[in-house]
């Protein structure tokens, strides 16, 4: 039975590799942070089938024990600050769990087994101001945020680890993957809870920010298939994960507010709290590298996507 470890077990992807590693018969061990209440709300399904451990990307020690006593053959590396508006207000310490921490986990398996074979959750952020339309493995990165800066490190961090001690640290450049776990400052969820809140009388309204922005929009639970293929190849990689479309937060909306049978034009307000200092404004992938060597093919269609959330938060607010 293969050990891996998952940090950032408690967000919205980590629950979705945590499934799919139980279903291949892993051991699958989830690094948590220590916090003043438990938030396993996305694990508390599996949360019998795996085990939690606190852990913390900002503590070295914390790192290399888990590898120690757990001894993995695979490190998910999923855990950051990963909300772009909280970068501007935090970003020291955005740069210290999403840029150093990466150092901290490759240094703990340099240290343990340098064996283990490593997965770091790099972003299209890095992308940002877009210098090439769709965006490949060999675009250059212009990042528009703090957040985007760190996941640079991260990724070059991770590329510099396989070059120099030879170990099998690949870079997944995943493009915005979402489900009914996404967490709800995120625009699409932030969209879906309003619109079943709407439906159901419990909500007036949608302040939302750049309506224009435009992204490559795919399904959490196919974007993890991606990053477990990566670790199976024969050699540590650079991948491109997303669908190859590009949709607006406005089509977004559309969709979102029609599958209840409502125009969003009804509801949804500009609101100047919600831009941003630098913004991303067309994200695009071409991932016909992870579809040749991976054969990686995403399943859920963005309409599918959009009507899959708005469901499930009807559904969850209706209970
Ligand atoms: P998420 O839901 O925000 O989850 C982030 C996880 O990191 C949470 O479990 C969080 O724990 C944990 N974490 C934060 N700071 C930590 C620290 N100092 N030490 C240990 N754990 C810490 O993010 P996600 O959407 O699942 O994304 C997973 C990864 O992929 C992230 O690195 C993200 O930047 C990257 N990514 C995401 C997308 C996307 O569209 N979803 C696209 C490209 C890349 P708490 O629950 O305690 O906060
Ligand atoms: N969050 C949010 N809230 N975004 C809004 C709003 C709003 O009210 N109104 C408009 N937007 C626009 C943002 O300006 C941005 O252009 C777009 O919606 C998407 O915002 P988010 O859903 O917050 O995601 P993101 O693209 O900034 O970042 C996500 O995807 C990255 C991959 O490209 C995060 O998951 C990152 O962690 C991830 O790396």
């Not at 609101?271 to 093919?297: G, M, N, T």
Request: hydrophobic content about 40%; glycine content about 6%; proline content about 4%.
């Amino acid at each position: 039975m293969p050990t891996a470890i998952i940090t950032g077990i408690t967000g919205q992807d980590g629950s979705y590799l945590a499934e799919l590693l139980l279903k291949k018969e892993y051991r699958v061990i989830g690094v948590a942070r220590r916090s003043s209440t438990v938030n396993y709300e996305r694990i508390e399904h599996i949360v019998d089938d795996i085990t939690v451990v606190q852990g913390d990307l900002q503590d070295q020690g914390s790192l290399l024990s888990l590898l120690e006593e757990y001894k993995p053959s695979e490190v998910y590396n999923l855990a950051a600050q990963s909300f772009v508006p909280t970068s501007w207000n935090q970003p020291a310490l955005t740069g210290d769990v999403t840029a150093l921490g990466v150092t901290r986990m490759l240094e703990a398996i340099r240290f343990v087994n340098p064996k283990i074979r490593f997965y770091q959750a790099s972003s299209s952020e890095m992308f940002g101001k877009v210098l090439e339309v769709p965006q490949n493995e060999d675009t250059p990165f212009y990042p528009r945020s703090p957040y985007g800066v760190a996941k640079v490190y991260g990724h070059w961090i991770t590329v510099n680890y396989r070059e120099s001690f030879d170990m099998f640290a690949t870079s997944g450049i995943l493009f915005n993957h979402e489900s009914p776990r996404r967490g709800m400052e995120f625009v699409t969820r932030k969209i879906s809870n309003a619109v079943a809140g709407i439906k159901l009388g419990k909500t007036k309204e949608l302040r939302l920010g750049n309506l224009e922005a435009q992204r490559d929009w795919g399904f959490a639970g196919d974007y993890v298939e991606a990053m477990w293929l990566m670790l199976q190849q024969d050699h540590p990689d650079n991948y491109v994960i997303g669908t190859g479309e590009t949709h607006s937060v406005r089509e977004f909306c559309e969709i979102a507010f029609s599958h209840a049978d409502l125009d969003y034009k009804d509801f949804v307000v500009m609101d100047e709290k919600f831009y941003r200092p630098a913004e991303v404004d067309l994200l695009i992938s071409d991932p016909s590298k992870a579809r040749a060597a991976l054969k990686w093919e995403p399943a859920v269609s963005f309409k599918e996507l959009v009507t899959i959330m708005v469901d499930s938060d009807l559904a969850r607010l209706k209970r």
